[in-house]
């Protein structure tokens, strides 16, 4: 499996991504708004675009699929239950469904609400487990849930299915919000060495050169994996007095959840 990770150096940090067969060249592309880079790019790589995914339904994420759609004819996937909303899709996904691209590459679709209520991510299992998690799952941080949402599902999500991949697993959101997320899990939990390690190596880097993290890094570095952390909690109380001594991981995801909203 070939991955290539496009930087769309936009006003909404987004990523885009290819995953290629190398044995045919076919590709399919993730989310792809700069649909102009995702095409020079597959050029530039010999590849073939043939299908396009959407994680969900925002128009940050499925406004290149007209264009890409024209230059290659490619066939646009996305979770069933958004399909209707996004237009123009050819096969609406199910949790456990397979995406297969050209030969030798599969990916497994996960049912993962809480950005939206419809959201897709896909899992590559090859030499290497790779996620591409669109708005869902960010590195060191989690989607809001402003449009159309939920954080209690989001929640459901991050302890039920994110957590329990493997900690070698890659992440690959839609964004790039690492520095800011980092700087919320420092401002919630200030001992967090890896946290502040992570963000000065981070210092001056742009999308193009943003480091990759695992699920095992996100246990370590993102607030919202980290919901049973002393310190996290001591502090989380100096905004809500009525947190319990003990509070429950949900309790404490959605009252981070809500400070994030806002800061």
């Given amino acids: 499996m070939l991955i290539e990770r496009i930087w769309a150096a936009n006003a ?8 290629a067969c190398p044995e045919t060249g076919e ?36 406004g290149g699929n007209e264009g890409l759609r024209a230059a290659t004819g490619a066939k646009v996937l996305a979770h069933a239950g958004a399909a209707a909303r996004i237009g123009g899709v050819d096969r609406g996904l199910s949790r456990g469904d397979t995406i297969r691209v050209g030969r030798s590459v599969e990916l497994e679709c996960l049912d993962t609400p809480g950005h939206t209520m419809a959201h897709v991510c896909v899992l590559a299992r090859s ?9 869902t799952l960010f590195n060191a941080g989690a989607g809001n849930c402003h449009n159309g949402g939920d954080p209690g599902l989001l929640y459901e999500t991050f ?50 050169t943003a480091p990759i993290t695992t699920i095992g890094d996100e246990k370590r570095v993102n607030a919202f994996f980290r ?16 947190l319990d001594e003990d509070p429950d991981p949900r309790v404490v995801f959605l009252r981070l959840r809500e400070l994030r909203n806002h800061w």
């Fill in 159 to 208: 302890v039920n299915q994110l957590a329990r991949l493997p900690e070698a697993t890659r992440i690959h959101p839609g964004h790039d919000y690492l520095a800011r997320n980092l700087a919320f899990t420092l401002d919630r939990e200030p001992g967090n060495r890896e946290a502040a390690a992570l963000l000065e190596a981070t210092r001056g880097l742009d999308g193009d």
């Fill in 12 to 19: 909404y940090r987004n990523f885009h991504y290819l995953i």
């Fill in 227 to 242: 919901l049973q952390s002393a310190a996290l909690i001591e502090r989380l109380r100096e905004r809500f007095a009525d």
């Fill in 27 to 62: 590709a399919l592309a993730v989310d792809p708004l700069d649909h102009g880079k995702c095409l020079a790019v597959a050029r530039a790589r010999g590849f073939s675009i043939t299908q396009i995914l959407n994680t969900h339904e925002h128009l940050d994420h499925t």
């Fill in 127 to 135: 030499e290497t487990t790779e996620l591409f998690c669109g708005d």
